[in-house]
């Protein structure tokens, strides 16, 4: 219905924001990631645009989609630059798709730019059953954790991190960052003799726990949104800002059409004789326009 009536709701807008130029359809934006892009073509300005130039190619390359916002880098720039640094060559970039039916569509067949096919999953913000790689803590990750210089081990509470985990025994195959029999367990959440992300774990149970109260809140505010928003584009009582009503708009919208069938009318007036009084008033002659 606001589509409908496109330039009163614009004019009405503009008297709160004069850098409004149009008005579309309400459209929710998901957020996607991306894996294995490459540092090489895409971060930083001298590879030619960096990842501007990954969302102009992914909107080029793949029929129907629109990324509305910048694409960014997962863990920001000193993240991604560190990584560049320890010889990886690629990372995880993050991005909104316009509409909920091409981002499912993108989600199951992936996209390609530049030639190369790239697979896509579902962009879900750290929550409460996020754990992190550095401290092992529940409730956030390595790009937001605060004890960045003093790790502990997700498998034995050591002052390192994961990735660096050793077994000392002589003649163990386990390699470096894998658990193995001769492991003392230790958990740095509940001081329990288990690995940190042990399903047995109870500060693991209360972050599931959260997580899941806290998506189904969300979920059930979403839901009343859409519902909200379903029901203003489907019958709006009003346009804010002091725009006309539907049915003032359907009536203008009526005498518009009437005013196009009928014979312009010019309203001519005329001069007062001598002699006549003050209060004769003007003539009107109506000349049909041909």
């Known amino acids: 219905m606001l589509i409908r009536y496109r330039e009163i709701v614009i004019k009405a807008a503009r008297k709160v924001d004069a850098g409004i130029v149009d ?10 990631k991306m894996h294995g892009v490459n540092f090489d073509r895409y971060l930083g300005k001298k590879t030619g645009g960096g990842l501007e130039k990954l969302r102009q190619e992914l909107q080029a390359e793949n029929e129907g989609v629109v990324l509305p916002l910048a694409i960014s880098w997962i863990g920001g720039p000193k993240d991604v630059q560190k990584k560049k640094a320890e010889g990886k060559k690629a990372s995880t970039v993050v991005f909104a798709v316009k509409g909920s039916k091409m981002a499912e569509k993108v989600l199951k067949g992936g996209l390609r730019a530049a030639g190369v096919k790239y697979d896509v999953e579902k962009f879900m913000n750290a929550g409460p059953d996020s754990v992190c790689g550095v401290c092992s803590r529940w409730g956030h990750v390595e790009a937001k954790c605060g004890s960045l210089k003093m790790p502990e081990c997700m498998l034995c509470a050591g002052r390192h991190l994961i990735k660096d985990h050793k077994c000392n025994v002589v003649g163990c195959k386990a390699n470096a960052g894998q658990n193995c029999s001769h492991n003392v367990d230790n958990c740095v959440n509940c001081k329990g003799n288990h690995i940190a992300k042990a399903n047995c774990c109870v500060k693991k149970q209360e972050a599931i726990k959260t997580a899941r109260e806290e998506r189904r809140t969300w979920k059930e505010r979403e839901g009343e949104r859409r519902n909200v928003t379903t029901d203003q584009q489907k019958k709006p009582d009003h346009i804010e800002d002091g725009g006309p009503s539907t049915a003032e708009a359907e009536k203008k919208a009526h005498d518009d059409k009437q005013d196009e069938n009928e014979p312009e009318v010019q309203v001519v007036a005329t001069q007062e004789t001598e ?10 002659t109506p000349v049909k326009s041909w």
Do not use: D, F, P, R
């Not at 008005?23 to 996607?32: D, G, M, R």
């Open 23 to 32: 008005i579309e359809t309400n459209e929710l934006w998901e957020k996607v």
């Open 275 to 284: 002699g006549q009084s003050s209060n004769a008033g003007t003539q009107e």
